[in-house]
């Protein structure tokens, strides 16, 4: 594997860790941010709702101007407004200033989401696409796993706004790593032409194609039913089960690594039983091991461990899923790749905003609500696997050395 192939894993996954780091850092905030602010619970998770819907939202705007201008320009926009949203979420008095200035946050965020992808797809497409995803989800797993103990690090001695001190901090570092070590990979002359009509007709194109949109929506009910233990998990785990804000991360991690390390195996996986048939697979386990713990959970069977197991296991299926259905997505698309990462992020976190809304509106305190809605996305997504892959036959391919 050469210097430069680590060296873009490397960079890609620090930047991707960006917009993650601030929602995972973020999750053991909650029900201090709740007390501090004299907030609902309602309203604290709508915090981190209005978060997933602008960063799935102007996902949109950032690979139409990628593909325009280049990779690196976006990028450095993206992370001043995320720093700007940091600085002033540090400050908020109130709730509603919270919301809003994560709503700022978010904007920025989307930048390092979409053009990440984008740039692995300038440089690979199928199996080593698949490879490189990977090792940029194995760069950004820091988040899940250690996000979430640094988090309550510093909550504990310094409250909650230091959080967001932190991933201003974190943006900064990323813009310099743009400086010193991303090259540009959209060279000027292939660079879409800059027009509205021109965006709108790849756009259009992209929305009427069958085989992208179920792949999208593969991984996106698989994004969507994260997103749901993610809104719900930190007040089961602490006002339910009693745990501290500490034993919360440490359990968190715990699904953070079964999704990262199972994402390792994808494109060996993918290289000896075929892109397509993987995924399917893995779609069946991680719906399979979902309606196992809905089951348990209704029959009053669930406790912490089991819910716990259950989780790592569905979650590591997911691990499988997600980074290859994108790929998918985006091989066939090499010279609009920037909008069509955009536009698959855009709906996919926009299926997830979805969800955290649903999840907080049917929250009861107890892990029946989140349980339920993590089992109906892994059977959609499960379905949409075998009507989306049906039928294409993949050869077993060898990875490159």
Request: hydrophobic letters at 60%.
């Amino acid at each position: 594997m050469s210097s430069s192939y680590v060296k873009n894993a490397v960079v890609l996954g620090l930047l991707s860790a960006v917009g993650p780091f601030a929602i995972d850092m973020y999750l053991p905030a909650l029900p201090a941010i709740s007390a501090d602010l004299k907030a609902s619970t309602a309203a604290t998770q709508m915090t981190l709702m209005a978060f997933f819907v602008t960063l799935g939202l102007c996902q949109i705007f950032y690979g139409p101007v990628s593909d325009t201008m280049g990779r690196k320009p976006p990028l450095y926009f993206g992370l001043g407004l995320f720093i700007i949203g940091s600085i002033g979420c540090a400050m908020a008095s109130n709730i509603q200033w919270l919301i809003a200035l994560r709503v700022v946050q978010g904007i920025g965020a989307a930048s390092v989401m979409v053009i990440p992808r984008a740039i692995i797809r300038d440089l690979h497409t199928g199996i080593e696409a698949t490879r490189l995803m990977a090792l940029v989800m194995l760069v950004f797993s820091v988040s899940p796993i250690l996000a979430p103990l640094f988090g309550s690090a510093l909550i504990v001695p310094f409250g909650w706004r230091a959080v967001f001190l932190a991933v201003t901090v974190a943006a900064v570092l990323a813009a310099i790593l743009i400086a010193a070590f991303l090259p540009e990979t959209r060279l000027p002359e292939d660079r879409v032409k800059a027009s509205l009509g021109n965006i709108l007709r790849h756009f259009w194109n992209l929305l009427r194609n069958p085989r992208f949109l179920g792949l999208v929506f593969i991984g996106g009910f698989g994004m969507a039913s994260f997103f749901a233990f993610l809104a719900s998990s930190s007040f089961i785990y602490i006002d339910h089960f009693g745990l501290t804000p500490t034993q919360y991360s440490l359990a968190f991690s715990v699904n953070a690594v079964g999704f990262i390390g199972a994402s390792q195996f994808a494109a060996a996986l993918g290289a000896r039983f075929g892109m397509a048939r993987m995924v399917k697979i893995a779609a069946f386990s991680y719906a399979f091991f979902a309606v196992v713990l809905f089951a348990v959970t209704s029959m009053g069977a669930s406790s912490l461990p089991v819910l716990m197991v259950l989780l790592f296991l569905s979650f590591a299926s997911l691990g499988l899923v997600i980074p290859s259905s994108m790929v998918l997505a985006l091989d066939d698309h090499g010279p609009i790749a920037g909008m069509a990462s955009s536009l698959a992020g855009t709906l996919q976190m926009l299926s997830g905003g979805v969800v955290v809304a649903v999840a907080s509106f049917f929250f009861d305190g107890t892990a029946y609500p989140m349980v339920t809605i993590i089992a109906l996305c892994a059977c959609c997504a499960l379905g949409l696997s075998l009507v989306t892959l049906r039928g294409r036959p993949e050869a077993a391919v060898q990875l490159a050395e």
